[in-house]
């Protein structure tokens, strides 16, 4: 496991950070115009509607953007390792910032198909994600 540095848990980040534990990723939306909102605040930036709640999408995304790091800036990580940024499926506007595994670093590419997968550290659930496979 990867020593990981976490978030300050709070009501609006909470889902995001706990709902891995039933194999659920859970973005913000907005019930009056049904904007997905990430990261998590109390209120739509589309329509300032604050009838936001968690809700769980289906996991896939594209990756937008990476950079394949190769010096271990913490203990324990292991170098060679993907830093990415995937759109989920459901907004491509809503980008998550994340690690890219199971695959060899070097085989990460640009709209490359992921799903999400979770690492649990303590009593949080750290979404990943991984290439999808056929």
């Given amino acids: 496991m990867v020593a990981r540095t976490l978030p300050v848990i709070d009501r609006d980040n909470e889902a995001y950070w ?24 109390p209120f739509c930036p589309r329509c300032e509607s604050r009838d936001v709640a968690p809700q769980a999408v289906s996991g896939r995304g594209r990756v937008v953007t990476f950079t394949v790091n190769h010096k271990a800036w913490v203990p324990d990580l292991a170098a060679p390792y993907v830093l990415a940024l995937v759109a989920i499926a459901e907004q491509d506007d809503v980008r998550i910032p994340c690690n890219i595994v199971e695959c060899d670093p070097e085989t990460v590419d640009f709209n490359m198909d992921v799903e999400v997968v979770f690492e649990p550290v303590e009593d949080l659930w750290v979404p990943l994600f991984r290439p999808v496979t056929a």
């Fill in 18 to 41: 706990t709902w891995g534990r039933e194999g659920k990723l859970a973005i913000y939306r907005c019930a009056a115009c049904e904007y997905f909102v990430h990261p998590p605040v």
